[in-house]
Structure formats: C-alpha cells, structure tokens
Nanobody, 120 residues
Framework: QVQLVESGGGLVQAGGSLRLSCAASGSIFRIDVMRWYRQAPGKQRELVAAINSGGSLNYADSVKGRFTISGDNAKNTVYLQMNSLKPEDTAVYYC??????????????WGQGTQVTVSS
C-alpha cells in the first residue's frame, strides 16, 4: 500500500503565503513524478506544478513566479511554497504521484486534498 498525506492548507489573506507538504509512505520502490493539482468549486481540476525524479520542474502559467515546487527524495516528500496568494488561488489542493512498487509497476496515487482559502 502507498499513501500520500498532504498538510499545510488553511486560510490566508491575499498577498500572504502558505507552504503545502505531501509525504508519500508505504512500499515504494521509486517515485518518478510528484505533482500538485487544485480544484476550485465548479471548476475542473488543474495541474499547478510538477517535479520529476531528475529535478525538472513544470508550472501552470497562472502560478509562475509565485509558487515553487521542491522535493526531498530522502523523505519522499514534495512541497509547494505559495507566495503572493490571490483569491483565485482558493481551491482544494491535491498531491499526485507516479510511484513504482516492486511487483506492481508504476501506479498513480492521490492524496486526500487540503483546502486553501485566500481572502480578499
């Protein structure tokens, strides 16, 4: 079994910052990619940022220059530092990962989500 557990969400004023964490645990052979998605009420889930095992980064245009994704391979953890937050960043943020398990191959896993609310 593999679990992704997010933390760090909350309520913040516009212009403020939050740091999200997502820790993967369980029978993990290798993590290939870790991503952050978000879903606002009435909207489709969208990719916010991604980091792969080689350190390549990818960001949605809407968060470039404000959000930073980083990873700690030793802890199987990914972080999302969110600065200059805007009300339109309000959403449930989900951690997602492509994880290789011995005998199972590469599978897709999701966390339970953490609420981020930015007040104006």
């Amino acid at each position: 079994q593999v679990q992704l557990v997010e933390s760090g969400g909350g309520l913040v004023q516009a212009g403020g910052s939050l740091r999200l964490s997502c820790a993967a645990s369980g029978s993990i052979f290798r993590i290939d990619v870790m991503r952050w998605y978000r879903q606002a009420p009435g909207k489709q889930r969208e990719l916010v940022a991604a980091i792969n095992s080689g350190g390549s980064l990818n960001y949605a245009d809407s968060v470039k220059g404000r959000f930073t994704i980083s990873g700690d391979n030793a802890k199987n953890t990914v972080y999302l530092q969110m600065n200059s937050l805007k009300p339109e960043d309000t959403a449930v943020y989900y951690c997602n990962a492509d994880i290789v398990r011995a005998g199972w191959g590469r599978l897709d896993y999701w966390g339970q989500g953490t609420q981020v609310t930015v007040s104006s």
